[in-house]
């Protein structure tokens, strides 16, 4: 295990709602990365923090924000939510020695979104 | 366009069989990193190797091995004497640098099933 976690691991909304999912980072790490898996594709980049500030943005919109808070822990804010936005999220955390370091990511487990 | 491509939607092998999985990437970038993860059902990507671009000395660590060649922008990855407890979705993926270290681009996937 990574000793990523994140919560929750389920969640049922349905279009127009808000939602927040949590990380929680490897123990040391002060980066984190978000990513978008939909159904039978590969992970898509939403956006990365680094010790509390974005660094870099893949290509989602703006209702879709985050957060980094001093633990280094995470959060990703998803609004107006879509039937689209139905997807496995997937956190990763790593140890950088500066904003868009190159360490290896380590993943969480995910966390189910379905959107009706 | 497709920085990683996966040719192989999915590979069905026997137990004790090798199991080879391609992988062909693009970058315009002269340092960049390239990943392998592994994905079982339970959802968590589990991190296998990086490579960077200087390293094109292929190596084996245990059951995997695998194959760097820049002539060809392939990454390809082995698993010898495949196990039932490899079966999993494996994905490549790829880090430019040095403006977006973070953020990594993922093939497709490759579904491999092992059988007894």
């Known amino acids: 295990e990574t000793g990523v976690t994140q919560s929750p691991t389920h969640l049922i909304k349905t279009r127009g709602q808000q939602v927040t999912l949590r990380c929680s980072s490897q123990?040391?790490?002060?980066?984190v990365s978000w990513y978008q898996q939909a159904l039978g594709q590969g992970p898509q980049f939403i956006f990365q923090y680094y010790r509390e500030e974005e660094n870099g943005r893949g290509n989602f919109p703006p209702r879709f924000s985050g957060l980094q808070f001093p633990n280094y822990s995470s959060e990703l804010n998803v609004n107006a939510l879509e039937l689209d936005d139905s997807a496995l999220y997937l956190c990763a955390s790593s140890l950088a020695r500066r904003a868009g370091g190159k360490e290896t990511q380590y993943f969480g487990p995910g966390t189910r979104l379905l959107v009706l | 366009a497709q920085k990683v491509t996966q040719a192989q939607t999915e590979i069905s092998v026997v137990e004790k069989e090798d199991v080879t999985l391609d992988c062909v990437y693009e970058?315009?970038?002269?340092?960049?990193?390239l990943f392998w993860y592994k994905q079982p059902p339970s959802g968590e990507l589990v991190f296998l190797i990086r490579?960077?671009?200087?390293?094109?000395q292929n190596e084996i660590s245990g059951r995997y091995s695998w194959n760097f060649q820049k002539s060809t922008s392939s990454f390809n990855f082995t698993i010898t004497a495949s196990q039932v407890v490899d079966s999993a979705v494996y994905f490549c993926a790829l880090s430019e640098g040095p403006r977006s270290w973070g953020k990594l681009q993922f093939g497709a996937g490759t579904q491999v099933v092992v059988t007894p």
């Open positions: 490579r960077n671009s200087f390293d094109e």
């Open positions: 970058t315009r970038d002269t340092t960049y990193y």
């Open positions: 123990s040391g790490h002060n980066t």
